[in-house]
């Protein structure tokens, strides 16, 4: 049959790599007959555990599991990728500022955006999941000049669920039935969850924002719920969200590679000033993908709050890139 798809991992012994692994061998991304060969990475200090998660992958029998391959080499890792997923990130210490988390960060992508440049197979598909994902995508495509921006992408997509789900909930309707639901800007908590738009298939006189309580409700609480909505699980579980990220992951990826079949989808990438984004953002934007590309949806019409919204989302995001550039600039310098 055809050779398998070379899917590396990053961040491969960590929470959410346990759901997401299963999710992958299963064929919850690239559908159930596509075999896949998975390149996992860590750092060396989680290359034990690693090796643990590797007996556990083989024990599972997957029959769509052609390989596994545990590395701390990002070069080894990334060889002939055709799509990474990269999980593994610098986490947020108690008390740590964005600068110094920006700055932790800024050097795993850029490492990791050089092994993929220098390895990927062409046409890789990549997406970003660990955090800041927005930035550390835009700093991994600065340094994987090589790979088309229009394949590297920051997941947005379990906010995006979230919001369907409260949706769905809020009108009494079937989770397949919402549509036209968005993420707009920073996979953070000035996310915008847009709802202004949403529909519900068959019920063409439901209007959404009103079920919802109106825009006031809406600013009050639906929007707050779903900015907050990781912190929330955290609190709770003690630990972040894992399978509702590994869902999404694998949602993702199945909406760019095999298509979204007209639905609005959320994704982080970098547009052309769409909405007034400045260019090359990774912003998450609605998006439909057809033929393996995704396409930013045109032409909606954005309220006045919504605006606001947008451009305080927009703002943190060009602040971040602020920061992550000088922090680079200020690492390269102090090199020479
Ligand atoms: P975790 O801490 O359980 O696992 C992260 C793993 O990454 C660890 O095993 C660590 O050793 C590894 N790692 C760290 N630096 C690495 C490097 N340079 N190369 C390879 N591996 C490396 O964390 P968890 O829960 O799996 O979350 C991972 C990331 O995903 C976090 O940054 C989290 O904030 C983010 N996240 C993003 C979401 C999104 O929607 N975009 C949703 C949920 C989590």
Redo the contacts with the bound molecule.
């Keep these: 049959g055809d050779p398998p798809m070379v899917v590396t991992v990053?961040?491969?012994?960590?929470?959410?790599?346990y759901s997401l692994l299963p999710a992958i061998c299963a064929g919850r991304m690239f559908g159930p007959t596509t075999r896949v060969a998975l390149r996992l990475?860590?750092?060396p200090?989680?290359m034990t555990?690693l090796g643990g998660v590797v007996m556990e992958l083989t024990d599972c029998a997957w029959p769509l599991l052609a390989s596994v391959t545990a590395t701390?080499d990002?070069a080894e890792a990334f060889a002939g990728a055709n799509a990474a997923v990269l999980?593994?990130?610098?986490?947020?210490g108690p008390g740590m500022e964005r600068a110094e988390l920006l700055a932790k960060n800024a050097g795993?992508f850029k490492?990791?955006g050089a092994a993929l440049d220098a390895g990927a197979a062409p046409g890789c598909k990549v997406v970003v999941?660990?955090?800041p994902?927005n930035t550390n995508a835009m700093i991994l495509s600065h340094f994987a000049p090589s790979i088309p921006k229009k394949n590297i992408s920051?997941?947005?997509?379990?906010?995006h669920n979230r919001a369907v789900a409260a949706v769905a909930a809020a009108v009494g309707a079937p989770l397949g039935d919402v549509g036209g639901v968005c993420i707009w800007g920073n996979?953070s908590s000035t996310q915008y969850p847009d709802v202004t738009r949403a529909t519900v298939a068959g019920k063409p006189d439901v209007n959404v924002v009103e079920v919802m309580g109106g825009q006031q409700a809406l600013s009050e609480t639906f929007i707050p719920t779903i900015q907050k909505r990781?912190a929330a699980i955290i609190a709770a579980r003690k630990?972040?969200?894992?399978m509702s990220?590994a869902k999404?992951i694998c949602d993702h990826m199945a909406s760019w590679v095999g298509g979204s079949d007209g639905a609005t989808v959320s994704m982080g990438v970098a547009g052309a000033g769409e909405y007034g984004i400045e260019a090359g953002t990774f912003f998450s934007y609605p998006v439909t993908c057809t033929g393996g590309e995704w396409s930013i949806v045109e032409g909606l019409t954005v309220d006045e709050a919504s605006r606001k919204y947008i451009d305080a989302t927009s703002q943190e995001l060009q602040a971040e890139r602020s920061d992550a550039l000088s922090v680079l600039s200020a690492a390269a310098e102090s090199k020479l």
């Design positions: 990053t961040g491969a012994a960590g929470q959410i790599a990475l860590e750092i200090p989680a555990s701390s990002a999980v593994g990130a610098f986490p947020r795993i490492a990791q999941v660990g955090n994902a920051a997941l947005t997509r379990l906010d996979h990781g630990m972040s969200s894992a990220a999404a």
